[in-house]
């Protein structure tokens, strides 16, 4: 198979950037290229880079941030649950259990794919402490309605917005505003550091908080690294996690950074619009809904085929080397996270999503000839 569904788009220049951490500083650890990297992407998002903290993986960040929000202390039993879709990557999942709290697994629009308050409030339990909207093929939608219903029963908010970094809201970067904000810069995320997330907290003591619990919680230890130093009198006051992030995934993310606007915001934007563009007239199959609010850099290119023939189309195009992704397997129909809640509108979702080649090495003649293929599948009797 030729086409990719996705991929890492890097090249000499983060190359380069490695080899100048190896050969030039021999810092392989958290250090100075780490401390630049945070300044480099508050600059971007525009906010004080005290709020940030960069993990290993954007699972890392996500577990530091239950873990910062949630009431009690890691290892004391039951500390509460957290409004989540079951419509995510296990990895949101994995995050809220991680910290012993519970994954209450909710509803989403069939147009969106993104949260349905309505089934969230019908959820909300005594001991529930926050919602976790995931913003599914990068897509912020109802952000302001999820922080007014946050709002009204006394909820934290933690966006996992894994997909949606380089995503705006009214003009706004997704992270640059609200409550606790988690990206992951995986291999084919919208940039990469090779692994590696990041968490923004506009909570200013929280955001300490979890600078400290990425390193063991010695919490000298970073602004030590930070100057090329160690602490070597330490004390640790809570349980911490070796979830930090190296100058070797730093070096790639600062390169990658410097691509996100000028390169892979336009191609996907382009390819994605492509897609819609050429399969606007066809009834059989559907797009999610975004809105106007919204400007999305799109992760990844979900499609909805119609009349319960996703699973015939998705053979075909595999059957003609076109890659077709599954975006994602409900939480609740997984056995760790079984629940008994049927949650009929993410069953259908998951019967009707295909997720389309996405990345920015991707022409639009690749475009052109996915989509038909599609209607090749769908005109086939
Ligand atoms: C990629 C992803 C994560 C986790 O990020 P990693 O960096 O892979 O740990 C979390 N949630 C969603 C929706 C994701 O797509």
């Given at each position: 198979m030729s086409m990719r569904l996705s991929r890492s788009v890097v090249g000499e220049r983060e190359a380069d950037a490695v080899r100048r951490v190896i050969v030039e500083d021999g810092y392989l650890g958290m250090g100075s290229e780490v401390h630049r990297f945070e300044d480099e992407l508050a600059d971007y998002l525009g906010v004080e880079a005290s709020l940030l903290a960069t993990a290993n993986t954007g699972t890392a960040a996500l577990t530091m941030a239950v873990d910062a929000v949630a009431p009690g202390h890691f290892g004391e039993g039951r500390r509460g649950s957290v409004l989540v879709p079951s419509l995510t990557f296990v990895a949101s999942f994995q995050a809220i259990t991680a910290c012993g709290c519970e994954a209450i697994p909710c509803e989403v629009l069939l147009?969106?794919?993104?949260?349905d308050l309505e089934d969230c409030a019908k959820r909300l339990r005594p001991d529930t402490f926050a919602i976790m909207p995931v913003h599914y093929a990068s897509n912020p939608y109802h952000i302001d309605e999820i922080y007014a219903f946050a709002k009204e029963h006394g909820l934290r908010v933690i966006e996992d917005a894994a997909h949606a970094f380089g995503c705006r809201h009214k003009g706004k970067k997704i992270g640059s505003f609200g409550d606790v904000v988690c990206f992951s810069f995986d291999g084919i995320k919208n940039i990469t550091s090779g692994e590696g997330g990041l968490v923004v907290c506009h909570n200013q003591d929280e955001a300490y908080t979890m600078q400290d619990v990425r390193l063991l919680s010695v919490a000298k230890d970073t602004k030590a690294r930070f100057t090329g130093g160690r602490t070597w009198d330490p004390d640790v006051t809570r349980q911490g996690w070796r979830f930090h992030m190296s100058n070797i995934m730093a070096a790639i993310g600062r390169v990658q950074l410097t691509r996100l606007e000028s390169e892979f915001i336009p191609a996907r934007k382009r390819l994605s619009a492509l897609y819609k563009t050429l399969l606007a007239d066809e009834s059989r199959v559907a797009f999610l809904k975004t809105s106007p609010d919204d400007d999305i850099c799109p992760h990844i290119q979900p499609l909805r085929v119609l009349n319960g023939r996703m699973h015939e189309v998705r053979q075909y195009l595999l059957d003609h080397d076109i890659p077709v992704g599954v975006h994602y397997k409900p939480n609740h129909l997984l056995s760790y996270f079984?629940?008994?809640?049927?949650l009929p509108v993410t069953e259908q979702l998951y019967s009707e999503l295909m997720t389309l080649p996405l990345h920015p090495a991707l022409s639009d003649d690749d475009i052109t000839l996915v989509c038909k293929t599609i209607r090749d599948a769908l005109d086939k009797a």
């Open positions: 147009e969106t794919g993104t949260l079984k629940s008994q809640a049927p």
